[in-house]
């Protein structure tokens, strides 16, 4: 089933899921949205804390101008509006990890408007998917529930972190697509540099707002399900939320607005609290922060520090460089292996083709890589010695039985292969008297493979390639085995 036909099956016929998500992702800083205060991860608790975000009397918010220039690249990265004048707002809430009685966001006013982001949910698919602002507003604190058996303790060194919110409008219709849109947002984010996207360390989450109708009619009432931290927890909440849902609605009940929390552990959502709506946080323009105007030169300087995106990337690798669609999606993924890869072109220069670097990646380096579970940017192997490697199969040195023996001492050494070829005599032989003398060995040891295969069966031509090659311990050159053999063979 494509993710376009993607239909709930109930009792009374077919429901469609309505989707959107508003994804928290921690921006890139050292220090906090309004306070000089660090943001390591890690950090013990309360080590991270100005009298700002503890809410001392009389301390002052102010801006952090990175956290704003992060903000403003990520929404030039999803092409979206920058609005040169916004304004920060006060929703008020009480809650224990919140120790100002409210949090300082954009309501009103957001620092990005409009944009879209195309995912691809399955192979061949595209769809554009809306992007309705992208607002700056403070993290709260954490509540510690497992360091005594009566009490909870409160660790504010998150208060204050920066935070951007990404609202999609809802425009997914199945968990797959909404799996390739927080994959995709977090390869943009982490390509531009304004997230890590460590979505197991809380540095970005997703609210997942889910609701079912027929297909055709108005939209229903949502659900919207917090702090979801990862692809496959979202996948699987739309999934039981939606199922759940159509229960409700085919038993005769009615869906509740209410904000929800996903179990990973049964798989299953929960009911938290009521929804609530803006005027319950009674939202008013900070009085202690001045509006926001971006003048024109700060907007040159965003745009200009912008790198070569994911799909900008994925379309040169394709279009100019000649990898194939398949292997320029996978090498642009992720901007570790997009870097990787860069740095093995530039060392290959025009000793290698592109498209036989990324065959290598994707299946030597790759499979190695998943055999001894690192990640590419801690491989063992560089991108210098890989096109070193690479350079010797095309000028001839190694053949590509060779190469990847090579490679696999490299694995274990970190050594670099023309030492290895030549410390070990690796080198591949094109000498036609050596290749020669073996060939008539073994059409000599299989006398009658030999009559077949001049009775007809042709099939026998690779069992012989095979026995020479191995005879001479994989050092021949293929092609000059392949032609000699031809040759004595008639």
């Known amino acids: 089933m494509t993710t376009s036909s993607y239909r709930i099956q109930g009792a009374t016929g077919e429901w469609e899921v309505v989707i959107g998500l508003e994804v928290h992702a921690q921006i890139t800083s050292n220090a906090k949205l309004f306070s000089g205060a660090a943001t390591a991860f890690g950090a013990e608790p309360n080590t991270q804390v100005s009298l700002v975000d503890a809410a001392m009397p009389g301390m002052l918010p102010v801006p952090n101008r990175e956290c704003i220039r992060q903000a403003v690249r990520t929404g030039m990265a999803i092409e979206a509006e920058i609005n040169r004048w916004s304004r920060f707002d006060r929703k008020n809430y009480f809650y224990a990890d919140l120790p100002q009685g409210y949090q300082i966001s954009q309501l009103y006013h957001p620092l990005v408007g409009e944009g879209s982001i195309a995912i691809e949910p399955a192979e061949g698919e595209e769809k554009i998917v809306g992007i309705e602002r992208i607002h700056v507003e403070q993290d709260a604190g954490k509540l510690m529930h497992d360091q005594h058996p009566t009490r909870s303790y409160v660790d504010l060194n998150r208060s204050g972190v920066a935070l951007m919110e990404i609202v999609s409008r809802p425009d997914m219709r199945s968990p797959a697509e909404a799996g390739a849109y927080v994959r995709k947002l977090r390869s943009i984010l982490r390509y531009v540099g304004s997230c890590d996207g460590n979505m197991e360390e809380g540095s970005m989450r997703a609210d997942v707002n889910v609701s079912v109708r027929r297909p055709g009619e108005e939209f229903g009432t949502r659900t919207e399900t917090k702090n979801v931290n990862s ?3 979202v996948m699987a909440a739309i999934e039981y939320e939606a199922r759940r849902q159509v229960d409700v609605l085919e038993s005769g009940g009615r869906i509740v607005q209410e904000t929800r929390l996903f179990d990973p552990d049964r798989g299953e959502t929960r009911s938290m609290r009521s929804k609530e709506d803006a005027h319950d946080y009674r939202y008013f323009p900070d009085p202690d922060l001045l509006p926001l105007e971006l003048d024109e030169a700060f907007i040159a300087e965003c745009r200009a520090s912008l790198p070569e995106l994911p799909d900008a990337k994925r379309a040169r690798y394709r279009d100019v460089l000649g990898v194939t669609a398949y292997n320029a999606a996978v090498l642009t993924a992720e901007v570790e292996t997009a870097r990787w890869f860069e740095r093995l072109l530039a060392a290959c220069g025009d000793r ?28 063992p ?9 690479l350079a010797l199969v095309a000028d001839g040195t190694l053949s590509g039985t060779l190469a990847k023996q ?8 970190g050594g670099d292969p023309a030492k290895i070829v030549a410390e070990r005599g690796m080198k591949q032989t094109s000498d036609t008297g050596a290749i020669d003398a073996v060939i008539a060995d073994v059409l000599a040891a299989n006398a009658d493979k030999v009559a077949q295969y001049k009775d007809g069966k042709e099939a026998l031509f690779g069992f012989f390639v095979g026995q020479t090659m191995k005879a001479m311990a994989g050092k021949a050159n293929p092609q000059v085995v392949n032609a000699q053999l031809k040759k004595a063979l008639g």
């Open 231 to 233: 692809v496959r927890f």
């Open 352 to 379: 290698v083709t592109a498209k036989a670097a990324s065959n290598w990646v994707i299946s030597d380096l790759f499979g190695a890589l998943h055999r001894v579970g690192k990640d590419i940017d801690a491989s």
């Open 381 to 389: 192997v560089s991108p210098e010695q890989g096109a070193e490697l």
């Open 406 to 413: 090579v490679f696999e001492i490299m694995l274990e050494t």
